[in-house]
C-alpha cells in the first residue's frame, strides 16, 4: 500500500511518519520544504498550488492524507490560495490518478460556532457547518469537495474533525479536545484502513473524561483512542484553575477562535 501525505513536514505530520509505517506500506511524503526519507518513505518536494505535481505525486497511490495548508487564521487570499484551492487541487490530483480514498485533516473550526449548552450536552456528529473564521470556512470546503468527490466519483472520502492535536495538553480547555499524537495516528490508521467507508465526517479527539464530543461515527470507523487529557489534570488547574462554562473559550467548540480579536478589520 501506498500512501501519499500532503503538508508531511507540519507538526501533524510528523507525528504521522513514525506511527503509519508499516512493513507492507510506503509513506509517500510532500511537502514544499525539503524532507529526508526515512525508512519505508520517499520524499517529494512540491507546492499543494501545482496540480501537475500533485498529480504526478499520486501515480500508483492507494490514498491520500491531506494535511498541507494554514494551519489558523490568516488573510483571505492566504487561505483562499492554500487551503481553498490547494485542497481542490490534492482532491482532484487524486481523482486524475484513480486514488479511491481521500482523508481531510478537517477541524473543529468548521463548526467553531456551536455552542455546548452551559448545563452540558454533547457536540453530535455531522455537526452542520458553523465555521468561526476564514480558517474554518476552508475546512467546511474542504468537507463539502470531499462529500462532492465521493457522490460523483465514487471516492471513499473521510474528514476529521481534529481538535487540539499536541504532545499534551496545555490549558483547562484542552482537557476537553487534546488529541494525543498517538491517538492521531490510531484516527488516521482508522480511517486508512476501513473497508470501503464511504463519505464520514469524524470527531478527532482522545479518549478525555471531560470530552464533550460525539464519538459513535468514530468508533463505527474502527477509531479506539486509549489516552486521557486527565492525566495532566493537577497541573493543569493548579496554573490555570476550573474552566468557566460559559466563557466562550470553553463553551463553543472553536474556543478563542470565536471571540472577538479573530474579527476581520474593516
Known amino acids: 500500500m501506498r500512501v501519499l501525505i500532503t503538508g508531511a513536514g507540519g507538526r501533524i505530520g ?70 481553498i484551492d490547494g485542497t481542490y487541487h490534492a482532491i482532484e490530483a487524486a481523482r486524475r490518478a484513480g486514488v479511491g480514498r481521500f482523508v481531510f485533516a478537517s477541524s473543529n473550526h468548521a463548526v467553531g460556532f456551536l455552542s455546548r449548552d ?51 495538553p496545555t490549558s483547562p480547555r484542552e482537557l476537553a479536545t487534546w488529541l494525543s499524537p498517538d491517538d492521531a495516528g490510531r484516527l488516521f490508521e482508522a480511517a486508512l484502513s476501513m473497508p470501503s467507508p464511504g463519505f464520514r465526517v469524524v470527531w478527532g479527539v482522545s479518549a478525555n473524561t471531560r470530552a464533550w464530543f460525539a464519538m459513535e461515527e468514530a468508533t463505527a470507523l474502527g477509531y479506539h483512542p486509549h489516552d486521557d487529557a486527565e492525566a495532566y489534570v493537577d497541573e493543569i488547574l ?12 470553553h463553551r463553543f467548540v472553536g474556543g478563542p477562535f470565536t471571540l472577538d480579536t479573530f474579527d476581520v478589520d474593516p
Not at 508499516?22 to 501545482?50: C, I
Not at 495548508?69 to 487570499?77: A, L, M, N, V, Y
Not at 493548579?238 to 460559559?246: I, K, L, M, R, S
Open 14 to 83: 510528523g507525528y504521522l511518519r513514525s506511527r503509519l509505517v508499516q512493513p507492507n506500506r510506503l509513506l509517500r511524503l510532500l511537502d514544499v520544504a525539503p524532507l529526508v526519507a526515512g525508512p519505508g518513505e520517499e520524499v517529494v518536494q512540491a507546492s499543494v498550488d501545482d496540480l501537475e505535481a500533485l498529480t504526478e505525486a499520486s501515480r500508483d497511490v492507494d490514498a491520500v492524507v491531506h494535511l498541507a495548508g494554514i494551519s489558523s487564521e490568516d488573510r483571505w487570499d492566504h487561505i483562499l490560495r492554500t487551503n
Open 118 to 168: 452551559p448545563s452540558g450536552g454533547i457536540a453530535p456528529d455531522y455537526a452542520f457547518p458553523a465555521p468561526d473564521t476564514y480558517y474554518g470556512v476552508s475546512k467546511v470546503v474542504g468537507e463539502a469537495l470531499a462529500a462532492l468527490y465521493h457522490h460523483r466519483y465514487g471516492m471513499d472520502a473521510v474528514c476529521l474533525r481534529i481538535l487540539s492535536c499536541r504532545d499534551r
Open 238 to 249: 493548579d496554573d490555570h484553575g476550573e474552566p468557566d462554562p460559559n466563557d466562550p473559550r
